[in-house]
């Protein structure tokens, strides 16, 4: 009954009712009373960005993190939104915050190995990902990442064999399973790339990439009611902002291919 009654918990069943500007007052009281409450930060942040104040979100968390005196799950969360919001070089610093602190983390590792690739520092990128799995040998999304590396490197078959292994420990992954359709794609093997991609789509039917992959194979394929099905299905999916362009260019394509037909 007293976290029920408490600004924390007063926050979360404003949240339950949906009402996310009462959730934001009542998480703020609570880090008025206690500003090192991390679960109050982390329910604040992320209400503020689903509410579209990011700005806000980063603010209560570098705060956090400074009352919680650096904890990691405050530290990943303000790196996370950095990453998200392409401020690359401040994610890194968070993410090193916590490896400072724990040379152990593996997560903090492949998370800055994450921004390296994105920053288009493929090897530092590549000796990230390979000292977490140093550290951890098991670890599958460390495995996949490392596969992508390799790929942005032109090593298809290094880049497959991670892919494989990451399946090994994680077959449930659908995003290694996309992985593997695309290798597959780009070395020609246009038959285990739809095989791939089929199974991407069992385990994630909104994987909207995996329908774009699709329609290409059925476009070399010369199948052009097909590609056109899975074209409007990747248009029916994928919706981000940072897929603008390639859900117009596709656009385009199925009006062309209207066209043709």
């Not at 009373?33 to 109050?40: K, S």
């Not at 998200?84 to 916590?98: D, F, K, P």
């Amino acid at each position: 009954m007293e976290k029920e009654n408490s600004f924390l918990g007063r926050g979360q069943e404003a949240l339950r009712r949906k009402d996310r500007q009462a959730a934001i007052g009542f998480f703020r009281e609570e880090l008025k009373v206690c500003p090192g409450n991390v679960e109050a930060c982390l329910l604040l942040s992320e209400t503020l960005v689903e509410n579209g104040q990011t700005r806000d979100a980063v603010d209560v968390l570098r705060q956090g993190a400074a009352a919680a005196e650096g904890h990691p799950e405050l530290l990943f969360a303000l790196g996370d939104l950095y990453f998200e919001n392409g401020q690359l070089e401040q994610a890194i610093s968070c993410y090193q915050a916590v490896l400072d602190r724990d040379p152990e983390e593996v997560d903090a590792l492949v998370s800055i190995g994450l921004v390296h690739f994105n920053l288009g520092n493929l090897d530092k990128s590549a000796a990230c990902y390979q000292q977490a799995l140093e550290k951890d040998p098991e670890y599958a999304f460390a495995l996949s990442c490392l596969g992508e590396v390799m790929q942005a490197r032109g090593d298809k078959d290094q880049a497959r064999k991670c892919y494989l292994e990451a399946l090994e420990l994680d077959p449930e992954d659908a995003g290694v399973h996309l992985n593997l359709a695309e290798n597959y794609y780009e070395a020609g093997d246009l038959r285990e790339a739809a095989r791939e991609c089929r199974e991407a789509i069992l385990l994630d039917p909104e994987l909207g990439e995996a329908y774009l992959t699709l329609g290409n194979i059925a476009l070399d394929l010369d199948e052009t009611r097909e590609a056109l099905r899975h074209y409007e299905k990747f248009l029916a999916c994928e919706h981000s902002s940072a897929a603008r362009e390639i859900r117009e260019e596709v656009a385009a394509l199925i009006q062309g291919l209207k066209e043709e037909l």
